[in-house]
């Protein structure tokens, strides 16, 4: 493997040499090195295999648009799959390896599939594995393992990833000629400016350029550019950093890599940040693609785009080969063939598929010594050991239809083929604008825009350098006006461009055998879609591009058919005998290349910023005490509060029993709490809850149900009256923030004639909820301000005072049937109450007690838990709740309440369980049946909704929605649990502790 | 039967080169007149028409696809087959269509690749626990697959989840239906079309349904971009344009169409053995036998026909994902899309005669619908061919609106309305 790095030149850093592995292997590159070039300048060809015949490969393209050279990076938990060696910048130690080919690149078993590609053309998994049926799952197996491209880290990713949000005038889309001088004009002007482009420098096509700009060497011109750019405050470079997607409102992502190029950073920084841009006006001076030539075998390592040839001779001074050829149907492709020839390789001739090439180009050719073919094609090619060794000329009909005669062969280690180019049209349709076709330059170019985005320069479709400086300048003069700016003054570089013949278009180069016979004639390379599939496509009734996409995977590789979709769909159109434009191009969706899901997460992730906890101003205490948590919405909930290794049964029943006989403390701060104000609020109120506001007294409180349209209960809580025109509202935990939009929903767009304002105040309280005979006694010495008798403050109101110097509002509500207050002081005072209630109720035995407790508490008494014992189809009815709806005023809900099914007999209606055994607890959630069946469908009954050991009862106890539950008193019926027992139990009011309510009212 | 597919005929044309094989489906011009039409050249409307010819011996038929069959939601989904449902009416309708998908590859004698992976909705609270429990129980009592996973059993079917209590939402448990899985969501509509065109079925691609003709109360035919279609009957299958189709017939459906969005990573090597679904971190993901993660989330909130959604849902979905397999975060996202979903207030579709005589609707299938493709079908076709409601979908009338006999599937419909 000889070196073929050249003695001199490219934008590389001889005095920075590289060391790095491919395969295992160990090679030297220079810094500014990709690993393309590098392994290219080692004398590496072949790069990968293909996906499906498993077809030796080299490097196509140069960029992003590579389709063949796809490399797995690093190893364990920081390994990369699927990047495209020629987007992979060198650093030292680098190593990385082939992701097709089994057991190895060199010898793998799947070439057979090569072999045998005649029993493999497009869909063939469509027509066969169908019999036998069992066997599927096998077939399946082996598809599985012969697909998939890279392998997926199998470890956490340890990198950090940010986001940043960001607005500027104007965004310029690729940093070529075009781009830069649309970024000086508008940086001049003063407008704010963000440049980005997907490669490690700026300059686009001026980085693998010779052309002279305004009579200076191109990257003088281009340094000088880009230090000018670079010293404008208003102005920001971002280089690597690919304009990723682009969406409505002039929205577009950029998607930047910071680290991967450097070895060793590590973790320190983000290793991608997602830059969510809005942009006043954009320019998408995104370029060009060269796309292939589609001919027999035209896959071989050694074939690669004419431009890609220049890139690496020039920008990495890497000789591709010792001899070379180009074919080509435009003049863009002859300048590869001066600059192989400069690089000393030995140029064995053009080959142009058009009858008359330019003079001027015919000249060029002949003062070089390189002969011209013109009319003629490549009908074919020969591969050596380590790639491409000859094609083979025919000479074309005029049409370009048949082969008229083999006109021998050129050895050649290289190929540079040009199709022609493709404005990289992909954002502008992306923003909803739409692809028009270029008879004359046998393209796609952008239509009207429908955003506010300009393209420019060859991603308009114009090709010739001047040109596109000078259109830069004319979309960055654009930009600047449309942004409000005055325009600076800027003078247009000029660079003499060559004229030229017009390309004609060669979609499919003919090899002068019969349809489906010859060498396979690759359309997609990734993909291994050939011309023939997409002609088998066409035949089998597959007329749509979007169906032989489909059919044929056509485009749908890691390159997203950069280089081939528009030879396919010219293709597809010849074999439907209709227009290009008629056929029309797939769909182009984000992204324009493939994003890091880290950095489309960004830091939303983990137990701090995924969805944010929310902890009570207690939460510290209960963490100092043991509590083992639950998640209740986003809050973390104290949901036990195990003693001395005890067991959650065992320490949710000393909870029990301690409340149920003397006190216990809930952390309820995580009710919602919403403020309602306004002249209007109490009828809103009427409105959103089921029962009457109006007539509720100042200072007291009332227990709501809201109804969804279709009448189900949706959520509840106790809402109480602070004054006149001021109510405060709670809600449940997870309910409180659609609550919220709920309420503003029904203003803003039903009633906003309504005044009436609500205001989130569940952070602004927190809340200690003392339950139990002796919470009184205790409150007592606390208090001296309130007259906490029964009769001076009765159940259901509130009271406003202080609890131990702490100013406090008081209600006197219950959800355990216990004597309680809940004693509302401002967030900042919470762990100062919770302290002082412990300490002060130390001699009450004062037990703080978590959700599980309070769920039994009220389970015991048959409170309902809205999305526990409710699932939306239950209605305030079925909960036996009929007196808390008016039978007078309108509320949401009402008219659906009337509908005939709301009154069937059989509806499941809440009622209480109590099991056979007393000391069986009924799994939740289990289906009730009235008669135990194994002969499936077994009709169900019903269901367990909340279920548990009752300690204060000595028996389990549970609540289930049972058809026509209500009318079922003392019936039996069984749980069938998972774990295969029938568990019998008896239907029950759902009220098992006092009944008589009279406990919480003493 | 003209080109079998079979491994024989694969070889028998490749001898040939494969210049041989015939259309799947022909592409004809429609005919003035027709026993039914089916508009919507979906996996829905497709599998209809073939089930109209096949089980009712309707073979004038033609289906109209404003676009290209498939194209919409068909060919926009995330694949998944499951009948995990919790009340019996859509337990017993998508069981019906999970029991056809399991010989659908044979049946069509196309192979749409349906893949028994399995299914596993995650449950991260005690809630979630809670309703798994509640319609594992329901779906054994129906017959139909299921099983309640630990945290430990997760991870044994899929490794590289992230089981760790100390996440986020730290996943408790999950509901596995052993049944349940994916297929080539493109290869279902071409296989009914091929299967529906062999018993003489016009498809009939880029023929949009401009009105929809009607006289003393009975469907007369259809307007189209390429003229007036007769047909005494008249199917709508049309996913996020029922409503705008129903306005044709001054109907209201009790319909939101809202974007649902997806996406793709780039191909791996088999890295995932089932299907994964959480609610409660929004978010699924299976890999398609490319190598593809295939990834979905709740639906855009806004109401709307354009076939994008905002970017942000796509980073929460995203974010949800790494959240489950933090090992993915160094893959990359290849390519995103949206559809138009249809959602009905009970998240259940609406399968129904209409007050049109002889016109019939089968929408409301919202982020659900391709796993119900064939079973859609098989009863759509039963009932136009006879005017009436199959058993398996009466309940899913559009009557249940006017009665309140609603089929709350929120939980089950596994994300997020």
């Given at each position: 493997m000889s070196s073929q790095r050249l003695p001199s030149g490219g934008r590389i850093n001889r005095g920075r040499p590289l060391e790095f592995f491919f395969n295992g292997r160990r090679y030297e590159g220079f810094e500014g090195d990709t690993l393309a070039s590098g392994l290219l300048a080692n004398g590496i060809r072949l790069f990968g295999r293909s996906f499906k015949y498993h077809?030796?490969?080299?490097?196509?393209?140069?960029?992003?648009?590579?389709?063949?050279?796809?490399?797995?990076?690093?190893?364990?938990?920081?390994?990369?799959?699927?990047?495209?060696?020629?987007?992979?910048?060198?650093?030292?130690?680098?190593?990385?390896?082939?992701?097709?080919?089994?057991?190895?690149?060199?010898?793998?078993?799947?070439?057979?599939?090569?072999?045998?590609?005649?029993?493999?053309?497009?869909?063939?998994?469509?027509?066969?594995?169908?019999?036998?049926?069992?066997?599927?799952?096998?077939?399946?197996?082996?598809?599985?393992?012969?697909?998939?491209?890279?392998?997926?880290?199998?470890?956490?990713?340890?990198?950090?990833?940010?986001?940043?949000?960001?607005?500027?005038?104007?965004?310029?889309?690729?940093?070529g000629p075009t781009g830069?001088?649309?970024?000086?004009?508008?940086?001049?002007?003063?407008?704010?400016?963000?440049?980005?482009?997907?490669?490690?420098?700026?300059?686009?096509?001026?980085?693998?350029?010779?052309?002279?700009?305004?009579?200076?060497?191109?990257?003088?011109?281009?340094?000088?550019?880009?230090?000018?750019?670079?010293?404008?405050?208003?102005?920001?470079?971002?280089?690597r950093s690919t304009v990723s997607g682009y969406y409505d409102y002039n929205f577009l992502v950029i998607n930047q890599r910071r680290t991967d190029h450097q070895a060793g950073i590590g973790d320190i920084v983000s290793r991608e940040r997602n830059w969510r841009v809005r942009a006043r006006q954009v320019v998408l001076a995104t370029g060009a693609i060269e796309r292939g030539l589609v001919f027999a075998d035209n896959d071989r390592p050694g074939i690669m785009l004419s431009s890609a040839v220049r890139t690496y001779i020039n920008r990495y001074a890497v000789r591709p080969g010792r001899t070379g050829a180009v074919f080509t149907n435009n003049d863009?492709?002859?300048?590869?063939?001066?600059?192989?020839?400069?690089?000393?390789?030995?140029?064995?001739?053009?080959?142009?598929?058009?009858?008359?090439?330019?003079?001027?180009?015919?000249?060029?050719?002949?003062?070089?010594?390189?002969?011209?073919?013109?009319?003629?094609?490549?009908?074919?090619?020969?591969?050596?050991?380590?790639?491409?060794?000859?094609?083979?000329?025919?000479?074309?009909?005029?049409?370009?239809?048949?082969?008229?005669t083999q006109k021998g062969s050129l050895d050649c280690q290289v190929l540079a083929i040009s199709g022609g180019w493709n404005p990289a049209i992909h954002l502008h349709c992306q923003s909803g604008g739409r692809p028009k076709y270029d008879d004359d330059q046998a393209c796609f170019v952008p239509d009207k825009s429908v955003q506010s985005e300009r393209s420019a320069g060859s991603a308009l479709g114009i090709f010739q350098l001047g040109n596109c400086l000078s259109d830069g300048v004319d979309a960055g003069v654009h930009a600047v006006r449309e942004t409000g700016y005055a325009c600076a003054h800027i003078d247009i570089p000029y660079a003499s461009d060559r004229t030229g013949s017009a390309i004609e278009p060669m979609w499919n180069v003919p090899d002068g055998v019969l349809p489906g016979r010859g060498g396979k004639k690759f359309v997609d390379y990734q993909n291994d879609t050939t011309a023939a599939d997409i002609a088998l496509a066409a035949r089998e009734g597959y007329r749509s591009i979007e169906h032989v996409k489909r059919y044929t995977a056509l485009g749908f590789g890691t390159d997203q058919g950069k280089t081939g979709n528009i030879n396919g769909l010219a293709i597809l159109a010849q074999h439907l005998g209709q227009s290009i434009p008629a056929t029309g191009t797939t769909t182009f969706r984000p992204n324009y290349t493939p994003v890091t899901f880290g950095a489309i997460a960004g830091r939303e992730l983990g137990t701090v910023f995924f969805d944010p906890v929310?902890?009570?101003?207690?939460?510290?205490?209960?963490?100092?005490?043991?509590?083992?948590?639950?998640?209740?919405?986003?809050?973390?909930?104290?949901?036990?509060?195990?003693?001395?290794?005890?067991?959650?049964?065992?320490?949710?029943?000393?909870?029990?029993?301690?409340?149920?006989?003397?006190?216990?403390?809930?952390?309820?701060?995580?009710?919602?709490?919403?403020?309602?104000?306004?002249?209007?609020?109490?009828?809103?109120?009427?409105?959103?809850?089921?029962?009457?506001?109006?007539?509720?007294?100042?200072?007291?409180?009332?227990?709501?149900?809201?109804?969804?349209?279709?009448?189900?209960?949706?959520?509840?809580?106790?809402?109480?009256?602070?004054?006149?025109?001021?109510?405060?509202?709670?809600?449940?935990?997870?309910?409180?923030?659609?609550?919220?939009?709920?309420?503003?929903?029904?203003?803003?767009?039903?009633?906003?004639?309504?005044?009436?304002?609500?205001?989130?105040?569940?952070?602004?309280?927190?809340?200690?909820?003392?339950?139990?005979?002796?919470?009184?006694?205790?409150?007592?010495?606390l208090c001296s301000d309130i007259d906490l008798s029964a009769g001076a403050f009765p159940f259901m109101s509130l009271r406003e005072g202080s609890v131990a110097g702490i100013s406090a509002r008081l209600f006197r509500i219950s959800f355990s049937g216990e004597l309680a207050f809940e004693i509302n002081v401002s967030a900042d005072d919470g762990v100062a109450l919770w302290?002082?209630?412990?300490?002060?109720?130390?001699?009450?035995?004062?037990?703080?007690?978590?959700?599980?407790?309070?769920?039994?508490?009220?389970?015991?008494?048959?409170?309902?838990?809205?999305?526990?014992?409710?699932?939306?189809?239950?209605?305030?009815?079925?909960?036996?709740?009929?007196?808390?709806?008016?039978?007078?005023?309108?509320f949401i809900g009402k008219r659906s309440l009337a509908r005939s099914d709301m009154l069937r007999d059989s509806r499941k209606q809440l009622v209480g369980l109590v099991t056979e055994q007393p000391e069986t607890v009924l799994p939740e959630g289990t289906q009730l049946v009235n008669e135990p069946s194994t002969d499936y469908p077994v009709p169900m009954t019903g269901h367990v909704t909340s279920s548990y050991y009752s300690s204060t009862l000595g028996h389990s106890i549970a609540l289930a929605l049972i058809k026509g539950g209500h009318t079922r008193m003392g019936a039996s019926v069984y749980a069938p649990t998972l774990d295969g027992q029938c568990i019998k139990a008896i239907i029950s009011s759902p009220v098992f502790y006092d009944p008589e309510n009279k406990l919480h009212k003493t | 039967m003209k080109n079998k597919y079979s491994i024989f005929s694969l070889v028998r044309n490749a001898v040939s080169y494969h210049q041989n094989w015939s259309q799947a489906w022909r592409s004809p011009d429609p005919k003035p007149a027709y026993d039914a039409i089916i508009v919507g050249g979906g996996g829905h409307g497709l599998a209809t028409a073939y089930y109209l010819a096949k089980e009712h011996s309707i073979t004038r038929v033609a289906v109209l696809e404003k676009g290209w069959i498939g194209g919409g939601n068909t060919g926009r989904n995330t694949t998944i087959v499951r009948s995990n449902y919790l009340w019996d009416e859509?337990?017993?309708?998508?069981?019906?269509?999970?029991?056809?998908?399991?010989?659908?590859?044979?049946?069509?004698?196309?192979?749409?690749?349906?893949?028994?992976?399995?299914?596993?909705?995650?449950?991260?609270?005690?809630?979630?626990?809670?309703?798994?429990?509640?319609?594992?129980?329901?779906n054994q009592l129906n017959g139909i697959d299921s099983e309640v996973l630990t945290p430990a059993q997760i991870k044994n079917i899929e490794p590289t989840i992230n089981i760790s209590q100390q996440a986020r939402y730290p996943i408790l448990g999950a509901s596995f239906q052993p049944r349940g899985g994916v297929a080539r969501h493109d290869a279902v509509a071409w296989g009914f079309a091929r299967g529906a065109d062999r018993y003489g079925v016009d498809v009939i691609q880029n023929c949009e349904v401009t009105g929809i003709r009607q006289q003393n109360g009975s469907v007369t035919g259809v307007d189209t971009t390429r003229g007036f279609i007769a047909a005494p009957k008249v199917g709508v299958v049309a996913a996020g344009h029922s409503s705008l189709l129903a306005d044709y017939a001054g109907l209201r459906m009790p319909i939101e169409s809202h974007p649902l969005q997806a996406l793709v990573s780039e191909p791996l090597k088999p890295v995932l053995n089932t299907v994964i679904m959480s609610n409660a971190v929004h978010g699924y993901i299976s890999q398609s036998d490319k190598g593809e993660l295939v990834v979905g989330a709740g639906i855009d909130s806004y109401i709307g026909y354009g076939q994008r959604g905002s970017y942000s849902v796509i980073e929460g979905n995203i974010a949800a994902i790494v959240e489950l397999f933090p090992n993915f975060s160094r893959v990359k996202m290849l390519r995103q899309w949206g559809g138009i979903v249809d959602v009905c207030p009970d998240a259940c579709p609406i399968i129904s005669l209409t007050p049109v005589k002889g016109l019939y609707f089968n929408c409301g299938w919202g982020t659900g619908g391709f796993k119900a493709t064939p079973g859609s079908g098989w009863?759509?076709?039963?009932?136009?061919?006879?005017?009436?409601?199959?058993?398996?979908?009466?309940?899913?009338?559009?009557?249940?609106?006017?009665?309140?006999a609603l089929i709350d599937e929120h939980g089950a419909a596994g994300v997020a309305h």
């Open positions: 077809r030796p490969r080299g490097l196509f393209g140069s960029g992003s648009e590579e389709p063949n050279a796809l490399v797995q990076l690093g190893e364990g938990a920081s390994t990369i799959p699927n990047l495209k060696a020629t987007q992979v910048e060198l650093f030292d130690g680098l190593s990385a390896r082939t992701v097709v080919g089994w057991p190895s690149l060199e010898i793998d078993l799947y070439a057979i599939n090569n072999r045998i590609g005649r029993l493999l053309p497009a869909g063939f998994y469509y027509k066969t594995f169908m019999r036998p049926r069992f066997l599927w799952d096998w077939y399946e197996g082996r598809i599985r393992h012969a697909a998939g491209l890279g392998f997926a880290p199998t470890e956490p990713d340890s990198a950090r990833y940010d986001k940043r949000n960001a607005h500027c005038d104007v965004l310029v889309v690729g940093a830069l001088m649309a970024a000086l004009v508008a940086g001049r002007s003063g407008a704010r400016v963000i440049v980005a482009d997907e490669q490690a420098e700026m300059g686009g096509d001026l980085l693998s350029s010779t052309q002279h700009v305004s009579g200076a060497c191109p990257w003088m011109f281009l340094d000088n550019l880009v230090k000018e750019l670079s010293l404008m405050d208003n102005v920001m470079l971002l280089p863009s492709a002859y300048q590869t063939a001066v600059e192989m020839h400069g690089a000393g390789m030995e140029v064995k001739g053009v080959i142009d598929v058009r009858q008359r090439p330019s003079q001027e180009r015919l000249l060029q050719m002949d003062t070089l010594g390189i002969p011209v073919y013109s009319g003629h094609g490549v009908g074919g090619t020969r591969s050596g050991r380590q790639g491409l060794r000859a094609v083979e000329l025919c000479r074309l009909s005029a049409d370009g239809r048949d082969v008229l929310r902890k009570t101003p207690m939460h510290d205490w209960h963490v100092a005490h043991g509590a083992v948590f639950e998640d209740v919405g986003q809050w973390k909930r104290p949901w036990y509060y195990p003693k001395g290794g005890e067991t959650m049964e065992s320490a949710v029943r000393r909870e029990c029993l301690a409340t149920r006989k003397s006190i216990g403390l809930l952390d309820a701060s995580t009710l919602g709490k919403i403020e309602v104000r306004g002249r209007d609020s109490a009828e809103f109120l009427n409105r959103i809850y089921t029962n009457a506001w109006s007539k509720l007294e100042i200072n007291r409180c009332r227990y709501g149900l809201m109804l969804g349209e279709d009448g189900m209960v949706m959520d509840d809580g106790v809402s109480s009256r602070l004054g006149d025109n001021h109510y405060y509202m709670t809600t449940t935990t997870g309910g409180a923030a659609h609550v919220l939009g709920w309420l503003e929903r029904w203003h803003q767009t039903e009633w906003p004639e309504l005044e009436v304002f609500f205001t989130s105040v569940t952070d602004r309280w927190a809340v200690a909820s003392i339950a139990g005979p002796n919470s009184r006694s205790l409150l007592d010495r302290e002082l209630l412990m300490e002060a109720g130390g001699e009450y035995g004062i037990t703080p007690y978590g959700t599980e407790t309070m769920h039994v508490l009220r389970a015991e008494k048959g409170y309902v838990i809205v999305g526990q014992d409710t699932d939306g189809s239950v209605t305030p009815a079925d909960l036996g709740m009929d007196w808390i709806v008016s039978k007078t005023k309108d | 859509a337990a017993h309708l998508y069981e019906k269509s999970l029991k056809l998908w399991e010989g659908l590859s044979q049946e069509l004698n196309y192979n749409v690749m349906f893949s028994q992976r399995g299914v596993m909705n995650l449950g991260h609270t005690l809630q979630d626990m809670r309703d798994i429990v509640r319609r594992s129980s329901a009863v759509f076709a039963y009932t136009i061919a006879r005017n009436t409601p199959h058993g398996l979908n009466a309940a899913f009338d559009l009557n249940r609106f006017y009665t309140g």
